[in-house]
């Protein structure tokens, strides 16, 4: 296993942008490479005060309740051109503790995990690039364990403890997610990356059927016939026309 240098913080503006801040004082132009800090960096947060998620997103957490965390990592042996395997690598760890917890959990594409119809992590990965390569990955990730009341316009959060009418332990729900993690990263390193993907399409949200989505052009129906190793979405529509879609180019529709 990858050795894990860890951080904790009271509160932060984002974990994400405090790693940030690391690594330019380390470097120059946040480019360090995994001699000048080996292994993983993980930063965890008790509160977070401007969260951010994909596309400009916000992410709502209730101090002390949830987990808040950012991984930095260093996978020089992964293509720039196929980061999305981290993020694939984070969901399906992610996928993986919590289902140790509560059953239908699957991952909705690019890297946000639902249970049922209702999301319950999200994820947001920043990556330098040095050549052909990736020198740095900082994937930050959010996690709804004991939040109860969720008064931000989200359409549809849930946590743990909504779902179970119990309280975790935060501290072993991130255990587990590292772990899982660590077994993934592990996989790349090892040229497996095939295997990876295989687990994240095995419990991605609406892999199987028609259902509801829409782009510029309107609603529509579509099969999910797969992720590209660029993380473009494959939708095959009624027609048998397959179009890749990048992230914000297509919504999914409640069926």
Same mark, same amino acid.
């Given at each position: 296993m990858v050795t894990v240098s860890r951080i904790n913080l009271p509160t932060v503006d984002s974990t994400n942008s405090f790693i940030r801040e690391m690594l330019t004082e380390e470097g120059t132009g946040g480019v360090v490479s995994a001699a000048a800090l080996p292994g993983f960096t993980l930063v965890v947060a008790d509160d977070q005060t401007k969260g951010r998620g994909q596309q400009g997103n916000t992410w709502e957490t209730e101090r002390g309740k949830n987990l808040i965390f950012s991984l930095l990592c260093h996978p020089d042996f992964v293509l720039a051109s196929h980061q999305f395997l981290l993020s694939q690598c984070m969901a399906v760890a992610i996928r993986k503790a919590l289902a140790q917890y509560v059953e239908c959990v699957e991952v909705k594409w690019p890297n946000d995990? /639902?249970? *049922? !119809?209702?999301?319950?992590? +999200?994820?947001?990965?920043?990556? !330098? #690039?040095? *050549?052909?390569?990736?020198?740095?990955?900082?994937?930050?990730?959010?996690?709804?364990? @004991?939040?109860?009341?969720?008064?931000? !316009? $989200?359409?549809?959060?849930?946590? #743990?403890?909504?779902?179970? *009418?119990?309280? /975790? @332990?935060?501290?072993?729900?991130?255990?587990?997610?590292?772990?899982?993690?660590?077994?993934? /990263? $592990?996989?790349?390193?090892? +040229?497996? $990356?095939?295997?990876?993907?295989? #687990? /994240?399409m095995e419990h991605l949200y609406r892999r199987i059927g028609m259902h509801r989505y829409r782009d510029v052009r309107g609603e529509f129906l579509a099969e999910l016939v797969g992720v590209a190793p660029t993380g473009h979405l494959l939708l095959r529509f009624e027609n048998g026309c397959v179009v890749r879609y990048e992230l914000k180019e297509v919504q999914f529709i409640k069926d």
């Open positions: 995990i /639902y249970v *049922g !119809d209702r999301k319950i992590s +999200g994820t947001l990965i920043e990556c !330098d #690039l040095q *050549g052909k390569t990736i020198s740095n990955c900082i994937i930050g990730v959010g996690v709804n364990v @004991n939040q109860l009341e969720f008064r931000s !316009d $989200a359409p549809n959060p849930t946590s #743990l403890a909504l779902l179970t *009418g119990r309280e /975790y @332990n935060r501290e072993e729900v991130l255990t587990s997610i590292i772990q899982h993690f660590q077994v993934c /990263y $592990a996989m790349l390193q090892e +040229g497996r $990356a095939e295997e990876v993907r295989q #687990l /994240y």
